[in-house]
């Protein structure tokens, strides 16, 4: 598919001799939410470091663009577009909100454009424009999870991935930070590759489903497929 | 000819020193940085208790020896808490204090000018006071060392010192008692050095604080690392190497002040090349079952077959369990009930509290409320390995194999009731443990059998496939005779094929009338072993059934994708 | 009274010595995790080379100061380049680093002992004023002392809070794992920890050169201490580095007045001892990992 801007081919990873990905194909269309649904110890966390770079796969490839990036650093795909959200608040809790967001800019060349791209989080996220000068280790779980995605977008990726962003989040938060990646999605026209085991929040925001299954594609298709909870869980 | 022979008695010194230090930080993996001052106080110890209180041979060696024995015990009781860099800083801060006591303490060291005319050691006659009659004397004293440390690696005990280097919560949850192991093995260890440290006082009539310094704790380490850790002929090779090596030098004309210090360059580079070019050292290290006789397939007619338990018996019990992590609840109010003979399935969205409930139901977390119960008894607060030895054994979601030990040792270890255990049964009681092992043989061959691993027995565990590493925790957790095996993930990253091979190993553990409970996610799995299903979710539990019962209902699917 | 005061201000002054060392000690323990021996014969070779600078070439004070400091930086980054990247990039254990470091302890003290001697150097002539502030007294070399602290550190603070390079390295010590998730370079920061903490012990080594002289085996206390101070005063803070230093300095010193000299040292065991037992993390830090 040559609109898809992320491709993923027969990809396999694991940690040593613990293969947990065998051979997985996955596209992100231009401009699409792609959701990855599956049980723990699916695959779905190791199938997104391994795209990311911070796990080597051990086969496939991965093509951003058309251009092949399995197996290089994060540094370099972040340079070129790619963002990624690690499960569980992936910030710097010593820090404070404003650094945390300076450095999620690290990467880019430009400084000049740190402010706007501040002002655009702060938009998206009020709160942590409110809180600036607090240090992130102490705000709430659900704060640190939008500063956690606001450092992701503060280079312009093109591709954001984002492992579980709903862990740990009472339910009205769930459906702030959905909502929150569904307008980065709309506004920016930056296309989602997002892990989640929260499906009542997620679904309805993905434009397509792909459910893993010990290390395998099980489904791949529209959310509509899936509304029910009790089919749905026979794929887990 | 006599310097050769000055030169074999330091080899055999050091030979002592480095055997101890290897039994610290090759075999039981504790870094600690102290070990020229366990050789201080035995030097000390013989020069003080000779010179100024007249006290004759072998008065001050056991002295000696006792008390460095008992300071390294002290040591080790912080460092059950503590991980391995504070244990680093806190033996390092006991190694300089040893220094500045030596230096500064003149009315019991002589200060920097030491203690002379430690009296010599006087044998069938003879006083030992030259290399050549002393060499004996060393020889001796290096034998008797070496052997106490061979017996005490090559017991039962050495065998869980081994796999409490290689996973400390795993050693744990197998039964063994961690500061128990740590005090023994930092006591001998101690002790060990105390010997040659009485032995140097004895030979040099001389002891100073200048022989005592960190530059001498890296010396041992050298010789350590150098011979390969966790492999008692190499320390002596190491020791050798390092003391003769440097005597060569001697070929080349240089001045004593820098020909000292080459010494200790060189000592420097051989460590770092030994580390960067084979960090197993000279000789590697050697698995321990290449001594056990290979058992044929046929079982013992000496070891009785575990007779099946009766089923249906509620084994395990936790009433209103509690626990929280500062401000987050993980577990609130949970009740459970295991059945001896079920299989019972523990599901729930992330975060709901499963590996935690594991956790506070072995003692690897404590309570804030509630209480556990294991057959009537009331097991709460005991710590881990005696809830292990109780009853009831638990794996990991992370596998936390001994890696470096062969399967057939990994099932040993993990054997209750191992007379071999308790280091003074080593020594005092060794035709009971070699009966105890060969029994222990058979019982671990017989559990190979159960998950079909014979054929790797004797593979070392880091080089199984990930499905035989599964299929070894399974058997480890076996192994430990417990009634209660809780499972955290065990079948997780397994594929169909191999899934379908192992499930009729858990499900004749049932059958057997043990009490199964297993974390899975994998929901094929839940509604292929489990006969009755809890529902977990924010710290308690929602709905207890069969899994059809549970996966069927929408509101607790709803639940699970919340 | 009056001894109560002296030894305040002792106190305070070898605090502010421990402090610094803490504060270099730990910028490269906190960040890379390495437990770096060598810190010890590095600060002495920067001692060495402040003697070289000023008693040799006549190099005014400053200057020499600043000459062992790049001495320093030189020793500490190639140290990392060389001895502990490798077994980085090999993922060898940590305990492989540590012994390692031991190696490269032993081999740098014993190299300084060779080329310089073990009798102390001194610088000759070296003149220093005498203040005399109420009952107590104090050299100009120990103002100094106290002096630099307080400056290095501030700067130091200000460099990482508030330069590019000094967020990327504070990101690294938080959170390694985010660090590169942000397309931080983690061994272009590690070697510029270690190039700044050796820097930074090369200024009290100046200071203890021109108070006591230098001597071959002065190294080994440095980073005995320096490590005690980061684990007092808790890793990954420099606040805490400088709080554990200072507490040391003046519980060392206020123990002079009811214990004899040669029990010293063993006044920072006991307070090590009590912190790892009572409150591991230390005064500032968090539980280490």
Known sequence: MNTAILQVRSLAAGYGKKQIVHGIDLALGRGEI?????????????????????????????????????????????????????????????????????????????????????????????????????????????????????????????????????????????????????????????????????????????NRVAVLKAGRKIYDGPPEQLQDDVELIKLF | MEYALHVLVMVCIYGILATSFNLLVGFAGLFAMAQAAFYAFGAYATAILTVKLGLPFPIDLLIGVAVTAFIGALVAIPAIRISGTYLVVVTLALQVIVIAVATNWKSLTGGTDGIRGVPSLHMFGYSLNNPERFLPAAILALGVCFWIAWRLTNSPFGRALRAMRENESAVEAIGKDLLYMKVAVFAFSAGLAAVAGSLFARYLSYVGAESFGIDETIYMLAMVILGGTGNLWGSLIGAAVLVVLPELLKFVTLPTEIADKSHLIIYGVLLIAILRLRPQGLLGERSTTRHLPHVDGASSPGVPMPKPLPKGEVTLSGRDLNRRFGGIVAVAGFDIALKSGSITGLIGPNGAGKTTAFNLLTGFLSLDAGSIRFRGRDITGLKPHDIVRAGVARSFQDLRLFTKMTALENVMVALPGQTGDRVLNVFFRPIKIRREEHDNLVRARTVLDFVGLTHKAYETAENLSYAEEKLLVVARLLATGAEVLLFDEPLSGLDRSTLAEIFPVVRKLAENGKTICIIEHNLDVIKELCDVVYFLDEGHSMAIGTPDQLINDPALASRYFK | MDLLAQLFVNGLINGSHYALLGAGFGLIFATTRIVHFAYGPIFTAAAYAAWLAANVLGLPIVAAMLFAALVAAALGTASYQYLYLPFELRQSSSHVALIASLGLFIVLENLIAIVFGTGGRVIDNYQYGIFLVGPVYFSSVQLGQVIAMIVLTASLGAYLARTRHGKAILATTDNPEMARIIGIDTVKVSRLVFAIGSALSAIPATLILLKDGATPSMGFFAVFIAFVAVIVGGVGSLRGAIAGGLALGMVESLGLWKIPTEWQSSIAFIVLFLVVLLRPQGLFGRAMS
């Not at chain 1, 994060?74 to 710097?92: R, S, T």
């Not at chain 1, 992130?136 to 956690?148: D, E, P, R």
């Open chain 1, 34 to 206: 792609l959701l990855v649904l599956g049980h723990n110890g699916a695959g779905k966390t190791t199938l997104m470091r391994a795209i990311f770079g911070l796990l080597k796969p051990t086969a496939g490839e991965v093509t951003y663009e058309g251009k092949p990036i399995a197996g290089r650093s994060p540094g370099e795909n972040v340079a070129e577009g790619i963002a990624f959200v690690p499960q569980g608040h992936g910030i710097f809790r010593t820090l404070t909100v404003r650094d945390n967001l300076e450095l999620g800019g690290f990467i880019m060349d430009d400084k000049a454009r740190l402010p706007q791209r501040m002002q655009t989080v702060f938009t998206l996220f009020p709160i942590l424009g409110e809180r600036q000068q607090q240090i992130g280790g102490t705000l709430s779980g659900g704060q640190q999870q939008m500063l956690a995605i606001g450092m992701a977008l503060m280079h312009e990726p093109r591709v954001v991935i984002l492992d579980e962003p709903s862990i740990g989040l009472a339910p009205n938060l769930v459906d702030r930070v959905m909502q929150s990646i569904a307008e980065i999605n709309r506004s920016f026209g930056t296309s989602i590759l997002m892990v989640e085991q929260n499906v009542h929040y997620s679904l309805p925001v993905a």
